[in-house]
């Protein structure tokens, strides 16, 4: 059924480095997931079955997609199919939006 | 393929009334698009068979769910399942972002 998330209830959980995330409202198809980054910070890529779409809500990062480098600011958007190497790279601090299909289980445990 | 989508490439499209939507980054499996109201709006319930999330961006929301009220600020978001009756109503000037799976085709007709 419909499951409300606040904002303010969503715990900040430490991912790696200065990266923090906070789960939104997800559901067995869908999940949305807040990133933020408190500072610039170089990835490594990695894959997942899952299809994505990030969206970039504040700063500026570069998107390493299987070795090609993709400059997104706010506002910009990417869809990613499942399987295909990627990461992203903070240029400044900023915050992003990834959307995962279908729910990133791995994320709930 | 991946598919970048500039922020600034999308064009705005009116929707009815103050609302206005940007599609951004989709595929197959998913679409993220951003709907902006420039005035305050009280909708009509809606139903489609996609499932969807709203992240709230700016703004003061209230989410009609089949009649319930949701009062929705910024960073709240949540799950609907398909065909769910439901309409968003903005308390404020706002932008929100909507999320589907599968892909809303009837958006890109």
Known sequence: MPELVKYSDSPVIAVKGPITR??????????????SFS??????????FHDQ???????M?????????????????IFLPGNVPHCVNS??????????????DDFLK
Chains 1, 2 share one sequence.
């Open 22 to 35: 906070k789960i939104l409202a997800h559901g067995p198809s869908l999940m949305t997931v807040e990133v």
């Open 39 to 48: 500072d610039e910070f170089v990835d490594v890529p990695h894959s997942h």
């Open 53 to 59: 779409i990030c969206v970039i809500l504040e700063g």
């Open 61 to 77: 990062f570069e998107l390493n997609l299987n070795g090609e480098m993709i400059m997104m600011t706010p506002g910009d958007s």
């Open 91 to 104: 240029l400044t601090p900023g915050k992003l939006l990834d959307i995962f299909n279908p729910r990133r």
